[in-house]
């Protein structure tokens, strides 16, 4: 009565576990939090006014002590009782563990970074330095920081998994600001250079700016680099390491890039063709758009190499995500584009703002364009079965999709403009001109959803063609046989014998002249059940008859005899039909 219990007290004790470590994790995170606020709070009051504590704010200090002297010791014994149950295995792989450190560890690496990198930026200013708040949270931030990161790497104590999630953290995290800050950087010189120094009309000198977002963008670079270079991130070869330079990478970059590409050529095409604003509002996005498209680039293009000394299904995964992206700017051009015909057919007057957006959607197809056919090599498509690389028709799939998804709503909108038109709204103007955003949206997602299902369907053919032919000519076997004490068990024979002829109905008789008592071991088949199912399935090759009756045992007697219905002119059919036994001994 006790022994079908036990799973159940197994079950209830692990979740009392789980519950217990989880309680436990998010107590000590609380009050590591709640520890470092107050430390902070008192390092900051004591950088301020050096020798006096109480300056006005009781309450402030108040909360302070609170948090530290009673915050504090609470977490240090919280955090005691914790490391030292890590001596059981069980403690060091069960996920809160590592859970807790990775919260806490990125906590604390993203406030100590941006509170030093606040503190050096804030030397750079005409008022008085406001140094001391951050100086204490980067002090305070950065010792949590440390501390956890010894923990991640004691050798006996440490979580035995989420070790690339460590590293991941701290690389996506510098990489996102370093790579911001520098394009902010680049954008303010490239301003200055491009508009002049009038355009920035401030009271601090102009290069100002500039030294501060490359304070933050060293900042960046020097965390991406401890974390992916120092701390080996670029050697994890998992499929979340693989996965982030995916969507990081090459797909956030992929994007940075092209729009900055795309933003160029629009600025270009109206100095060119439209200008209907000042010359100083025309080239207002020119910098940053430089910058993102430089930045980007350089990311982007790092990455792209990396997944190329990885497997191949992250190298095949980076040109999908590139194609894609591209696929996504000229989709999006074809529609703007055609949203522009429309708006010109419907008010030739108001050329200015149809030129504009006629422009945007012409630089986003044309930037997209042959970006997506270098990366997608339409005409290199795959002629075998063998030639589909892994992955392709998830994106297919995916592309048709979103595609068929966008193509639905627009339908909608395009109803709902139909039908408020025709009920008699007139404040929206035209027909035509209410429906001519959605269907230019319409008419990009159509083209593409027609574009990827036309290929999804020629994969498929060419699967379908490299796929074996399984033609089923048996439908109903009989099959006569010994008790189960024989050398074959009739069940397993079966299922065999149906696996063989492709999914034969099966129906089996048990001899009734087999008293059950079984065979002697010499008459038994020295390759087992599987011999007797090769021998049957040899048998009923090029057997034409549906119906075949298969009568196996005792021991390795084998007989075949198709059969057909009776009848006269079915007689000579049948004995003509008929195949001799197998070879075997009776």
Do not use: C
């Amino acid at each position: 009565m006790t022994a079908p219990a036990a799973p159940a007290v197994r079950a209830q004790a692990s979740g009392l576990a789980t519950l217990r470590r989880l309680i436990l994790y998010v107590l000590l995170f609380a009050l590591v939090v709640i520890t470092a606020s107050g430390l902070s709070g008192l390092l900051e009051r004591l950088f301020r006014t050096a020798s006096v504590l109480v300056q006005g704010d009781v309450a402030g200090l108040a909360l302070s002590l609170a948090f530290t002297l009673i915050g504090g010791p609470l977490a240090l014994l919280l955090w005691w009782f914790v490391w030292r149950r890590l001596d059981d295995e069980s403690e060091r792989t069960a996920a809160g563990w590592g859970l807790y450190l990775t919260g806490m560890y990125a906590v604390s690496l993203i406030i100590a970074t941006t509170s030093l990198l606040n503190l050096a930026a804030s030397f750079l200013e005409f008022q008085a330095a406001q140094w001391p708040s951050p100086l204490a949270n980067g002090l305070v931030w950065g010792a949590i920081w440390w501390w956890h990161r010894w923990m991640w790497k004691h050798p006996h104590r440490s979580p035995r998994h989420l070790e690339d999630i460590r590293v991941l953290i701290g690389w996506v995290f510098g990489l996102l600001l370093g790579a911001g800050t520098a394009i902010a950087a680049l954008s303010s010189l490239l301003d200055v250079a491009i508009r002049g120094f009038t355009s920035t009309a401030t009271l601090e000198p102009w290069w100002f700016p500039i030294l501060r977002s490359l304070i933050w963008a060293a900042g960046g670079a020097v965390v991406w680099w401890w974390h992916w270079i120092r701390e080996g991130g670029r050697r994890f070869q998992t499929a979340l390491v693989d996965v982030t330079i995916i969507a990081v990478g090459i797909f956030v970059a992929g994007i940075t890039a092209l729009g900055g590409l795309g933003l160029i050529l629009f600025v270009l095409l109206r100095l060119a063709f439209d200008r209907s604003e000042p010359l100083n509002l025309l080239l207002e996005p020119l910098a940053p758009a430089i910058a993102a498209a430089v930045i980007g680039a350089v990311v982007w293009r790092y990455h792209r190499t990396e997944s190329v000394h990885r497997s191949t299904r992250t190298r095949r995964a980076s040109l999908l995500v590139t194609s894609a992206v591209a696929l996504a700017a000229a989709a999006s051009g074809v529609g703007v584009v055609v949203n522009a015909l429309l708006a010109a057919a419907v008010s030739p007057l108001a050329g200015g703002a149809t030129r504009t957006l006629l422009l945007g959607g012409i630089s986003s197809l044309v930037v997209g364009g042959p970006v997506w056919w270098l990366a997608w090599k339409p005409r290199r498509q795959p002629r075998t079965a063998d030639d589909i690389p892994p992955g392709r028709r998830l994106y297919l799939v995916a592309f048709f999709g979103v595609s068929a998804v966008v193509a639905l709503i627009t339908l909608l909108v395009i109803g709902y403009r139909l039908f408020e038109f025709l009920l008699g709204d007139v404040s929206a103007g035209s027909l035509l001109d209410r429906v001519r955003a959605p269907l230019g949206l319409l008419v990009a997602a159509g083209l593409v959803a027609g574009y990827h299902f036309a290929l999804w369907r020629h994969d498929r053919a060419l699967l379908a063609a490299a796929a074996p032919v399984h033609q089923r000519v048996i439908d109903q076997v009989t099959l006569i046989s010994g008790y189960a004490q024989d050398a074959v068990d009739p069940e397993v024979l079966a299922r065999g014998i149906t696996d063989a002829t492709g999914g034969a109905k099966v129906t089996t008789w048990l001899r009734a002249d087999d008293d059950g008592t079984g065979l002697p071991p010499s008459s038994v088949p020295s390759g087992g059940v599987d011999e007797v199912i090769r021998q049957v399935a040899a048998a009923l090759e090029g057997v034409t008859p549906r119906h075949v009756l298969v009568i196996a045992g005792p021991g390795t007697r084998l007989e075949i005899a198709p059969l057909v219905a009776a009848g006269a002119e079915t007689w000579k059919a049948a004995s003509a039909a008929r195949t001799p036994a197998a070879s075997g001994t009776d």
